[in-house]
């Protein structure tokens, strides 16, 4: 299976994995509203379908797979509404729609993106067909992904660095805790879920690392080069915010020399690893060559 029959087959699966879950929940029509616009808006589903394909080349199947990427994708969807939202990047365009407290109001947006974040915990703590230890594992490194350690020291790290020129290292630590972090976690999640050994869980940490830096260059790049109808979202808006990129450090050809610098040690990480792993490969380039 190639990674685009992989996706054929797999993002319908999460979209009502995602619906699903959403729905059993008896909350405020509002807040399932806000939490569901989000969530059925689309996107890529990188962090999902990463989950999935880390998973699948581990040889791997397990009957809540899908369960465990849907939590994750609420993480990335919740960290959404509220980089968006006034206070923070202060967006009116998220995936081609309006953002969500454009629809809903700030208040509600925020309780969304809040909602969305807890639950996820509640979703893998109720996996019915993982052992105590791995359910432990998953909720710990999904607390550091999301967290102070992972995506909202990153955010933090992003928001006190406007109007600042970072250096190089400042800057790669910005993107390791708000993008990387949760690129890594899914990547995690499929191959706790998958069994992997120390060695093989040591190898996608360090895939993860470099995929996320790659992504994240990968978007600098875009802000520079796409429109925002192209990117779903308001172009231009790193260098309105005066926000430190790879692009404005290093110049956009050095910004494209090191996302295939990222790209390369993502590629020779997996190479620790037993077979082909040809979903892996398609990955990386698929994140290194997105227009969106």
Known sequence: MNLTQFQAHYEPLI???????????AIPVSLKESMDYSLQAGGKRIRPVLMLAVLHELDGDHPEALKVAAAIEMIHTYSLIHDDLPSMDNDDLR??????????????AILAGDAL???S????????HVSSDDKVRLIDLMSVASGAEGMVGGQVLDIEGEEKRLSLEELEQ?????TGALLTYSILAGAI????????????SKFGEHLGLAFQIQDDILDVTGTSQELGKTAGKDESSEKSTYPS????PKAKEKLDYHA???LDAIKLLEGEKPLLKELTALIVKRKS
């Open 15 to 25: 979209q009502k994995e995602l619906s699903d879950l959403i729905q059993s929940l």
């Open 95 to 108: 995936r081609g729609m309006p953002t969500n407290h454009k629809v809903f109001g700030e208040a509600v």
């Open 117 to 119: 974040l807890t639950y």
């Open 121 to 128: 915990f509640g979703i893998v703590a109720r996996l019915q």
């Open 174 to 178: 910005v993107h390791r805790l708000k």
């Open 193 to 204: 879920l998958g069994k992997a050994t120390p060695e093989e869980m040591l190898a996608l």
């Open 249 to 252: 450090l290093l110049t956009l």
């Open 264 to 266: 390369a040690e993502a």
